[in-house]
């Protein structure tokens, strides 16, 4: 058999969601059901104000998220919310953020073009002088065994969200 002979399932057509952000905003985005791999190698990393805007990309978070710089800078990391993703897991991360500890979770994050990534993210409050004026993330490649139970994990919470 060759590689022309594998049957290559068809793209699934975009569905559009809004999405209801914790800072009152809501946006809609079309959403692929398609995974671009996390790359070999590489560390994602931003940064952001204390209200979460992005102030730093590096160019492995450039590349994954589909924007560019210009696009991602200003904006609220919440640009890459995908629909999939529980409130209650950015509640956690804005809960143990505040209490001054890093948190560290799986995510799936939406890409410009409604395709998804998933990653496993730490991030940490950045503190000078006692207070904090930013956080930084890190994500890496994450254990495909997690992400297994984390979109089952993440599906029934949603559920329970959306019955609430």
């Given amino acids: 058999m060759t ?5 290559v399932p068809a793209q699934s057509e975009p569905r559009e969601h ?8 809501t946006r809609s985005v079309l959403v692929l059901d398609r995974e671009v791999p996390y790359p070999e190698g590489k560390l994602i990393v931003s940064r952001t104000d204390p209200a979460g805007v992005i102030t730093h990309a590096n160019q492995a978070f450039v590349d994954m998220s589909g924007y560019t710089r210009e696009e991602l800078i200003g904006q609220p990391h919440h ?81 329970e969200e959306l019955s609430a």
């Fill in 3 to 7: 590689d022309k002979d594998v049957a």
């Fill in 18 to 25: 809004t999405l209801h952000h914790h800072d009152g905003s």
């Fill in 79 to 159: 640009i890459l919310r995908h629909p999939d993703m529980p409130a209650a897991a950015f509640k956690d991360l804005w809960d143990t953020l505040a209490r001054g500890v890093a948190w560290q979770g799986y995510v799936k994050n939406l890409r410009k073009d409604g395709t998804y990534y998933w990653v496993f993210a730490t991030a940490i409050p950045n503190v000078r002088e006692g207070r904090v004026v930013g956080y930084t993330s890190v994500r890496r490649k994450p254990s495909a065994t997690r992400v297994r139970e984390c979109v089952d994990l993440y599906a029934r919470m949603r559920a």
